[in-house]
């Protein structure tokens, strides 16, 4: 059960065909470790392997290497896709054993896999409800549970990406405040049961992070919503994080088993205090994103 030297440990990034998960992915890679990404669409895996390769020539690069699979190089052991669909317990089962059959070992899960959405709550439909958390939830709960037996044996991390979203019920936000709470929720539960068994379970909270494309990738109903909220983290006046400033911090996580980070640091007060004091804390949030504005503002 040990690495093949080079490597340092043995990663699975879900959701590292793209944004944060890809340079997650990448900041492994740096840091020694062998990756495994894990997405829907093969060919977005297969462009994703070719980038972090540096070859920048994707697709045409790869060889498909048995069912949901994907490889740049038939002999490349240090990163490799598998196509699977987190929120579906039978693929996350033949994911990790994939993964487990090539490499019998794991120390590091990141569950990067998640969706945002905009909306007011009273349009909020239970469908759309049970989809955001299918996709921001359930599939890190499959994922973890999926990855438990090895994680044991390496004495692992797991780590969940959840939002500042997760830490305030901010307006506009559809489901996914709910969704991302109760990953806070599932992360603790996870970190306090499976210590005893010396694996570590942390969260990341990112405020809204810089992205080439600056399309919105969610559906607003610009009529009954304001403008700002189609804007990243709904209009909150936060800069855009760079992806590799929040990959830099899960690394932090996994090296020194950090609990929780909440980026930018700065807004960690606004979380203390709206915990202690939290008509303090409603007030401070609406400042924060754009005062008591509504649909016509
Ligand atoms: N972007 C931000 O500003 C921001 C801010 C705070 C927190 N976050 C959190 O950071 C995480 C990543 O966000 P992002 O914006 O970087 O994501 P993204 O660019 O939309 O990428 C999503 C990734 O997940 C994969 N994916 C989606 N659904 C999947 C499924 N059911 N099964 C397997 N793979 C799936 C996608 O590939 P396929 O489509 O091919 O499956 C893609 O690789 C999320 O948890 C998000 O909530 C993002």
Known sequence: ????????????????????????????????????????????????IGELRGSGSGVGATTARGPGEVSPLPDDEGLFGVAADVTDPNSVRDAFEQIERRWSRLDVLINCVGQSDRGRVDALTPERLRALFDVN??????????????LRESRGTVVNIGSLAGKFGTRYMGGYCAAKHALAGLTQQMRLEWSEAGVHVAL????????????????????????????????????????????????RCIRRRRTEVILPRHVRLLTCLAAAFPSLGDRLLLRFTGGRTGPDA
């Open 1 to 48: 059960m040990n690495h093949t030297p080079p490597f340092v440990g043995s990663a699975v990034v879900t959701g590292g065909s793209s944004g944060l998960g890809l340079a997650i992915a990448a900041a492994l890679l740096r840091a020694g470790y062998r990756v495994a990404l894990i997405g829907r669409d093969r060919d977005r895996l297969a462009q994703a």
């Open 137 to 150: 939830v359930t599939s890190s709960l499959l994922c973890s549970q999926a990855a438990l037996p090895l």
């Open 204 to 251: 990341v909270h990112p405020g809204p992070i810089r992205r080439a494309d600056s399309q919105p990738r969610y559906q607003v109903d610009a009529e009954t919503l304001p403008a700002s909220a189609k804007l990243p983290a709904g209009g909150a006046r936060l800069r855009g994080l760079s992806p590799e400033r929040v990959a830099d911090e899960v690394l």
